[in-house]
C-alpha cells in the first residue's frame, strides 16, 4: 500500500513521459482533485495509506471521506501542502501532454477526459481560487499557473468558460483597490494570454477573442482605478507595487496581442487612448526598478517590439499598420509632454541605491538600464513626432528643446567625465553596452535628420538650409555622419564587427546600414570633411594632453581660441574653422570598445594606423583562403609597427633637423592639401608628420577600407551560399559609395 503522494508521484513521471495510463479514469480523478474543507484554502489531507490503483479491487477514499480519515495519524500543513503542490503540477503537465502534438494519440485522449471530468466538477475552479488566500504564495502561483493552463485548455477545446471564472474576475478587477485578488486574477490573465502567443495553430486570434469579450469593459475599469492620482498615496506599498508590475506586464500582452494577433479591443488600447495614466506614475513615491521596468516597457511600445519574445516562428514586420499610426503619435506626444514638465529629471536614484554586478550607481543619477531606455524613449518619441509634422521650423525647434533636456539627462553619467567632448558623441558613449538600444537611437536619429533633409528641399534656398541643417545636427548632437563615425571608432573600424550586426537578426543594423549608405552616397562632402575635422581635432587632443604641442605665440592662441567648429561643420564650405568644440577646454574622443594596439612610447599610433584586427569570424573551405588572409593580415600589422616607430621617433624629438625628418618618415608628405570647408590643422613644427599621418590613415580612409573589406567578407560568404539572405542590394550600395569615393577628388 502506498499513500497519496507516492501514487501522485508515479502519476507525474507517467505523464511526464506521455505515458497511457491503464486505470479507470475516475480513479485518477480521486487523486487529483484537490481536498479542501473549507473556502479559506485549508486542506484535511491525511496520511494514511491508499491502496494503490486498482490493488485488490478496491479503490481510494473518496474526497469526500477525506476528512472522515482525519482520525488517523493527521500529516502536517507542509506535507498537506506538498500534496497540494503535486497534484496542481501533475494537472498541468497533464493539460500540456494533452495539448502537445508529439503525444500519443491513445494517451493524449485519455489525458484531455481526465481533464474535462474534472472540469465538470463545478467546486473545481472554486477550489483552486480559494487557495489564493491559503497564506502560502508558493500554492497560491502554482493554483493560478494551474488555473490559467485550465482557461486556456478550454479555450483549445472550444470548451465555454464557466461562469464561475467570469463572475469572479469580474468582479476583483472592477473592484480594486478594495478586492486582494486583483493579483491573482492578474497573474492568471497573464498565464492564458502567454500560452496563446506560444500557441502554433492558425485560430489564435479566435482564442483570444472569445477570452477577452467577456473581460473587456473590466480591464478598462481597473486601469483607471489603477493609475489614479490618489493610487500615488501608496500605502500598503508592497501589495499594490506587485499590482502594478503585474498588470504592466498584462498590459504589454494585450498590446502586443493587439500588433501580433491583429485582434481590436478597448483594453488594447488603453495605454494609447490614456498615456499620461501611466506615465504619471514616474511622480509616484516607488522603487526604482518599478521606473526602470516602466520606461522599458514604455520603450518597447513605442519601438513595436513588445511580445516579440513570446511568438514562436516569424515575427510580423515591426512597421504599424496605418491604423496604429495614431495611436503611436498620441504615445509619442505625451512623452514629450511629460518631458516638459520633467519626466527626466524623476528618473534620478535617490540615496543609495543596491547594485547586482557592475559599478555602484551614483546618486542623483538614473542606473544605466533607465539612462538608455529614457534616451532612447526621448529620441525615439521625436522621430514619431517629426515624420507627422510638415514644417522644418517647427521641428527644428522641438529638436532643439528636447534634445537639450536629452543631452543635459546623460551629462552626468557619461564616464569618464569630460569637460568638453562632440554633443553626437553622447549616443554611442550611453549605448555602448547595449548594442540593439544604441542602433535602434541611430536609426532614430537619421529618420530625424532625414525628415528634415526632405522638408529643406522643399525651400528655394537650398544650399543655405543644407548648411543650416548641418549647423543644427551637430549643435543639438543628432547628425547622422557624426554618430556611424563613433559607432565604427568603438568598434575599432572593425568590418567583422560589421558582418556580425549584418547576419544577426537580434538588432536594426541592415536596415539602419542601408539608409545611411543610401544617405552616405548623396553627402560624401559633407562626410569627408567631417571625417578631416576629427581627425585633426583628435589629434590635437591626444598631443595637448600630453605635452607635445607648444604653442608658438599668444598670437596662435587667441586664434584657436576665436574659431568655432560647428560652423566649420554646418558650413563647409566656409571659412576655416578651429579645432576643439570649446575654446577653453580640452575635447576628449569617445571611449572605444576596441582600442588598436599602444605602446608607452607611441601615444598617439591608435589614430596613425588602423587596428590590428582580430580573429576571423569566417570559416573557410580550404587553408588556401585562410593563408591569403593570414599573409595579408602579417604584412599590415609588419607596416603598422613600422609606421608607428617611425612617428614615435618623430613626436620624441619634436625639434630634430629636416634631414632626419627625411629619414625618420621619406615616404609622407610634409603636408597634404586641405579640402575646401576643411578645419585648419596646427602650423606648429611638432605636428608635420603627425597631422599628415592622421589625414593619410585617418577616419575617412578606415572608413572606406572598412566598407572594402566588408563587401569582400560579403563576397566570398555569397559564393559559397552561407550569407543568410540575397545581399545584391547592400553590395550595390557599398560599391556605389567606392565609386563617389573614387569621383569625387578628394583623397584620403
Known amino acids: 500500500m502506498k499513500d497519496v503522494f507516492e501514487v501522485l508521484e508515479e502519476l507525474y513521471k507517467k505523464v511526464l513521459h506521455g505515458a497511457t495510463l491503464e486505470n479507470d479514469n475516475q480513479d485518477y480523478i480521486l487523486y487529483l482533485d484537490p481536498a479542501i474543507s473549507d473556502q479559506d484554502g485549508s486542506t484535511a489531507t491525511s496520511s494514511g495509506c491508499f491502496n494503490t490503483l486498482g490493488g485488490g479491487g478496491q479503490h481510494p477514499p473518496a474526497p469526500g471521506d477525506l476528512s472522515s480519515v482525519s482520525a488517523a495519524p493527521v500529516c502536517s500543513r507542509s506535507r498537506a501542502c506538498e500534496v497540494l503542490l503535486l497534484q496542481l503540477t501533475v494537472v498541468r503537465l497533464m493539460v500540456t ?35 489564493f488566500q491559503n497564506g502560502d504564495k508558493l500554492l497560491a502561483h502554482m493554483a493560478t499557473k494551474c488555473l490559467g493552463s485550465l482557461l486556456y485548455f478550454q479555450l483549445k477545446e472550444k470548451i465555454t468558460l464557466s461562469n464561475f471564472w467570469i463572475a469572479f ?5 472592477s473592484e480594486y483597490p478594495e478586492s486582494d485578488k486583483v493579483i491573482y486574477c492578474l497573474w492568471t490573465l ?7 502567443f506560444k500557441d502554433t495553430c492558425s485560430q489564435k486570434t479566435d482564442i483570444l477573442t472569445q477570452f477577452l469579450a467577456p473581460l473587456d469593459s473590466s480591464f478598462e475599469v481597473l486601469y483607471h482605478s489603477l493609475f489614479s492620482q490618489h493610487s500615488g498615496n501608496l500605502q500598503d506599498t508592497s501589495e499594490k507595487i506587485n499590482s502594478l508590475i503585474c498588470f504592466l506586464e498584462l498590459l504589454e500582452l494585450l498590446i502586443a496581442s493587439r500588433i501580433h494577433l491583429e485582434s481590436d479591443f478597448a483594453c488594447q488600447r488603453m495605454l494609447f487612448l490614456k498615456p499620461s495614466h501611466v506615465l504619471n506614475i514616474i511622480t509616484w513615491p516607488i522603487p526604482a526598478f518599478v521606473k526602470r521596468k516602466l520606461v522599458t516597457f514604455l520603450k518597447r511600445c513605442l519601438l513595436w517590439k513588445v511580445g516579440e519574445d513570446l511568438c514562436r516562428g516569424p515575427v510580423p514586420a515591426l512597421l504599424p499598420p496605418g491604423r ?22 524623476t528618473l534620478s536614484v535617490q540615496g543609495r541605491p543596491s547594485c547586482f554586478g557592475g559599478g555602484p550607481v551614483q546618486p542623483g543619477c538614473p542606473d544605466p538600464v533607465t539612462l538608455r531606455a529614457g534616451s532612447l524613449l526621448l ?57 540593439d538600444d544604441m542602433l535602434e537611437a541611430a536609426k532614430a536619429s537619421l529618420g530625424i535628420y532625414l525628415k528634415l533633409s526632405g522638408a529643406c528641399k522643399a525651400t528655394e534656398s537650398l544650399t543655405q538650409e543644407k548648411e543650416m541643417l548641418n549647423h543644427h545636427s551637430h549643435e543639438n548632437g543628432y547628425n547622422p555622419h557624426c554618430i556611424f563615425l563613433f559607432f565604427l571608432k568603438n568598434i575599432g573600424f572593425d568590418s567583422k564587427v560589421l558582418l556580425d550586426f549584418l547576419i544577426s537578426s537580434e538588432t536594426c543594423f541592415l536596415e539602419y546600414f542601408v539608409r545611411y549608405l543610401k544617405l552616405l552616397h548623396k553627402d560624401w562632402d559633407e562626410f569627408f570633411t567631417l571625417c578631416r575635422y576629427l581627425d585633426v581635432t583628435e589629434s590635437n587632443d591626444s598631443l595637448d594632453v600630453r605635452g607635445c604641442i607648444s604653442p608658438l605665440g599668444p598670437d596662435r592662441s587667441s586664434s584657436r581660441a576665436d574659431s568655432g567648429p560647428l560652423a566649420a561643420l554646418g558650413h563647409p564650405r566656409s571659412a576655416q574653422a578651429g579645432v576643439s568644440w570649446a575654446p577653453d577646454a580640452v575635447s576628449e574622443p569617445p571611449t572605444q570598445v576596441v582600442m588598436s594596439p599602444r605602446t608607452p612610447d ?19 573551405d580550404s587553408s588556401e583562403d585562410s593563408d591569403v588572409e593570414s599573409t595579408d593580415l602579417c604584412l599590415a600589422e609588419s607596416k603598422q609597427t613600422s609606421s608607428q616607430q617611425k612617428v614615435t621617433k618623430k613626436i620624441q624629438d ?15 608628405p610634409l603636408r597634404p592639401a586641405v579640402p575646401k570647408g576643411c578645419p585648419a590643422p596646427p602650423l606648429s613644427a611638432a605636428d608635420d608628420v603627425t597631422d599628415t599621418s592622421v589625414c593619410d590613415v585617418g577616419m575617412a580612409y578606415r572608413t572606406v577600407t572598412c566598407f572594402g573589406e566588408l563587401q569582400g567578407a560579403i563576397d566570398r560568404l555569397q559564393k559559397k551560399n552561407l550569407f543568410p539572405y540575397n545581399p545584391t542590394a547592400l553590395l550595390k550600395l557599398l560599391k556605389q559609395i567606392e565609386a563617389t569615393r573614387s569621383t569625387s577628388g578628394n583623397p584620403l
Open 97 to 131: 501532454r494533452a495539448l502537445a502534438l508529439e503525444t500519443e494519440s491513445h494517451a493524449k485522449e485519455t489525458y484531455r477526459e481526465i481533464i474535462k471530468i474534472l472540469l465538470k466538477s463545478s467546486d473545481f475552479e472554486s477550489k483552486l481560487t480559494s487557495m
Open 169 to 173: 474576475c469580474q468582479k476583483n478587477l
Open 190 to 196: 497573464t498565464v492564458v494570454i502567454k500560452e496563446i
Open 324 to 345: 496604429l499610426d495614431g495611436d503611436l503619435l498620441a504615445l509619442a506626444d505625451a512623452v514629450l509632454q511629460a518631458v516638459d514638465l520633467g519626466f527626466l529629471r
Open 379 to 435: 529620441i525615439r518619441s521625436l522621430e514619431v513626432r517629426c515624420q507627422h509634422c510638415a514644417s522644418a521650423k517647427e521641428m527644428k525647434v522641438d529638436l532643439q528643446r528636447f534634445m537639450s533636456e536629452l543631452l543635459t539627462f546623460v551629462k552626468p553619467d557619461l564616464r569618464p567625465p569630460v569637460q568638453s567632448h562632440h554633443p553626437c558623441a553622447w549616443l554611442p558613449r550611453v549605448f555602448i553596452e547595449q548594442d
Open 602 to 620: 607611441a601615444p598617439h599610433a591608435h589614430s596613425l594606423s588602423p587596428p590590428q584586427a582580430p580573429q576571423s569570424l569566417v570559416d573557410y
Open 654 to 668: 619634436p625639434v630634430g633637423t629636416s634631414e632626419g625628418k627625411k629619414e625618420l618618415c621619406p615616404e609622407l
